[in-house]
């Protein structure tokens, strides 16, 4: 792998343009075929080790200011695999856990340095089939929930819609940075207000609220009122704050009249009224949720290498529903600090990217905006090995180190509001 400084020399040889052209076009099959992970190595997952196979000697940018990202990554998986030594009877199979946990880390370190490498353009590819990914699967569950085939059975499990996935909770999630994206381009008026952009978002939104995750829709509202908060505040075009306000309240408008008529329909009322309680009666008491979370605590003060992968159900009956004390339980004290740490510094290079002008500020926004409130749904349910997590945080951080190779030379005035109001095209990524 090699920096930006040796990319222009490894491009003017046909060899690296071409393995590099193929790099790509995995990269764009990660996003598509990303609809289905129903079984594991998932489609998507394979894809990921063929695109790593193709930018092996190019088309990276490894720089020292993502040695943060993966000296935590390193130690966060280091201490599993110690954690996972120590327990007794693997039961469970917990080596499939530290190995996916591996897989979650390298992912995030490879979009770093993808994105690194040239941050704009190859975030608009990215979404461009990301939202592709995210339509195809949107469909699929849409059949599912409203039975519209036979065989689309299998995409709606107990009134919510699963599509593609194992977990309603999961599936609901990986749509948020797809919806925000695009939510935020159209805002802008970096796309076209086209027939087909707005039935596929629209699409998205309502897969979105017919999974019937309540971490999802507060997740989403949130990204989606910080994202329209923050490019409010940090437009470079003062025209373009008073279009999206207007746009905003339109949105809400027309989100209003789409959950009416779907609430309409007696069976998604009754669902929505019952996943609408905040608490549910197995999360209360001493065996709910929190009171596991509870009586784990002291247990783990007193245990430095924790319970082990996947250890936590065995103990309590449940997993832990909580990502943060999971990093605990599962890899141990040093795993744990190493993931607050982690969190930490997502938190202080989002904020600088927010504040700091550039021709990625208004996607690192979107960005910024979805990865904050995916972190903090981790109080809620288990994300550790959600792969569009992992996404987020490989995006971020290749803004961050693109715009530290910058240094203080800083971008023109002219470059920072093309990233706020052009359409910047993937084709030639």
Same mark, same amino acid.
């Given at each position: 792998?090699?920096?930006?400084?040796?990319l222009?020399?490894?491009?003017?040889? +046909? +060899?690296?343009?071409?393995?590099?052209?193929?790099?790509?076009?995995?990269?764009?099959?990660?996003?598509?075929?990303?609809?289905?992970?129903?079984?594991?190595?998932?489609?998507?997952?394979?894809m *990921?080790?063929a695109?790593?196979? *193709?930018?092996?000697?190019?088309?990276?940018?490894?720089?020292?200011?993502? /040695? +943060?990202?993966f000296?935590? @990554?390193?130690?966060?998986?280091?201490?599993?695999?110690?954690?996972y030594?120590l327990?007794? %009877?693997?039961?469970?199979?917990?080596?499939?856990?530290?190995?996916?946990?591996?897989?979650m880390?390298?992912?995030?370190?490879?979009?770093?340095?993808?994105?690194a490498?040239? +941050?704009?353009?190859?975030?608009?590819? #990215?979404?461009?089939?990301?939202?592709?990914?995210?339509?195809?699967?949107?469909?699929?569950?849409?059949?599912?929930?409203?039975?519209? @085939?036979?065989?689309?059975?299998?995409?709606?499990? !107990?009134?919510? !819609?699963?599509?593609?996935?194992?977990?309603?909770?999961?599936?609901?999630?990986?749509?948020?940075?797809?919806a925000?994206? !695009?939510?935020?381009? =159209?805002?802008?008026?970096?796309?076209?207000?086209?027939?087909?952009?707005?039935s596929?978002?629209?699409?998205?939104?309502?897969?979105?609220?017919?999974?019937?995750?309540?971490?999802?829709?507060?997740n *989403?509202? /949130?990204a989606?009122?910080? !994202?329209?908060?923050?490019? =409010?505040?940090?437009?470079?075009?003062?025209?373009?704050r008073? $279009?999206?306000?207007?746009?905003?309240?339109?949105?809400?408008?027309?989100?209003?009249?789409?959950?009416?008529?779907?609430?309409?329909?007696?069976?998604?009322?009754?669902?929505?009224?019952?996943?609408?309680?905040?608490?549910?009666?197995?999360d209360?008491g001493?065996?709910?949720?929190?009171?596991?979370?509870?009586?784990?605590?002291?247990?783990?003060?007193?245990?430095?290498? $924790?319970?082990?992968p996947?250890q936590?159900?065995?103990?309590? $009956?449940?997993?832990?529903?909580?990502?943060f =004390?999971?990093a605990?339980? /599962?890899?141990?004290?040093?795993?744990? %600090?190493?993931?607050?740490?982690?969190?930490?510094?997502?938190?202080?290079?989002?904020?600088r =990217?927010?504040?700091?002008?550039s021709?990625?500020?208004?996607?690192?926004?979107?960005?910024?905006?979805?990865?904050?409130?995916?972190?903090?749904?981790? %109080?809620?349910?288990?994300?550790? &090995?959600?792969? &569009?997590?992992?996404?987020?945080?490989?995006?971020?951080?290749?803004?961050?180190?693109?715009?530290?190779?910058?240094?203080a030379?800083?971008?023109?005035?002219?470059? #920072?509001? /093309?990233?706020?109001?052009?359409q910047?095209?993937?084709?030639?990524?």
């Amino acid at each position: 792998m090699l920096d930006a400084r040796a990319l222009s020399t490894n491009l003017a040889h +046909p +060899p690296f343009r071409l393995a590099e052209a193929t790099g790509h076009a995995f990269v764009a099959l990660i996003f598509i075929t990303s609809f289905y992970v129903k079984f594991e190595p998932a489609i998507c997952d394979i894809m *990921f080790f063929a695109a790593v196979l *193709f930018f092996y000697n190019s088309g990276l940018s490894i720089t020292p200011s993502l /040695a +943060p990202l993966f000296g935590c @990554l390193l130690i966060y998986n280091i201490a599993g695999l110690v954690s996972y030594t120590l327990i007794p %009877v693997d039961i469970f199979s917990s080596w499939q856990f530290v190995l996916t946990s591996f897989y979650m880390g390298f992912s995030a370190f490879f979009f770093a340095a993808y994105v690194a490498a040239d +941050p704009e353009r190859r975030f608009q590819f #990215i979404l461009k089939y990301y939202f592709i990914g995210a339509t195809i699967a949107s469909v699929l569950g849409l059949l599912g929930y409203f039975h519209l @085939l036979s065989f689309a059975s299998e995409f709606s499990v !107990m009134g919510r !819609m699963v599509s593609g996935f194992k977990d309603p909770n999961v599936f609901s999630t990986y749509l948020i940075l797809p919806a925000v994206a !695009m939510l935020q381009a =159209l805002m802008l008026g970096k796309i076209r207000l086209s027939a087909f952009n707005l039935s596929a978002l629209l699409i998205i939104l309502m897969a979105l609220f017919l999974a019937f995750s309540r971490g999802a829709w507060i997740n *989403f509202s /949130a990204a989606a009122a910080l !994202m329209i908060l923050l490019s =409010l505040l940090y437009s470079a075009d003062p025209r373009q704050r008073a $279009g999206i306000a207007l746009k905003a309240v339109i949105v809400v408008f027309v989100l209003a009249i789409i959950l009416t008529a779907l609430l309409s329909i007696k069976e998604t009322q009754s669902l929505f009224l019952d996943r609408f309680t905040l608490i549910k009666s197995y999360d209360a008491g001493e065996m709910g949720r929190f009171g596991n979370q509870r009586n784990a605590v002291p247990l783990l003060l007193l245990r430095p290498f $924790g319970f082990g992968p996947l250890q936590f159900p065995i103990i309590f $009956g449940e997993a832990p529903h909580n990502t943060f =004390l999971n990093a605990f339980a /599962a890899f141990g004290w040093i795993g744990g %600090v190493t993931f607050f740490i982690l969190v930490v510094l997502n938190m202080i290079i989002g904020v600088r =990217l927010v504040f700091t002008p550039s021709p990625f500020q208004a996607s690192a926004i979107a960005v910024f905006s979805c990865l904050v409130t995916m972190i903090f749904q981790g %109080v809620q349910i288990d994300t550790e &090995h959600w792969r &569009h997590l992992y996404w987020l945080i490989g995006i971020l951080w290749g803004f961050f180190a693109a715009g530290e190779m910058r240094g203080a030379a800083g971008f023109s005035s002219r470059d #920072i509001l /093309a990233g706020w109001t052009s359409q910047t095209h993937a084709r030639s990524v």
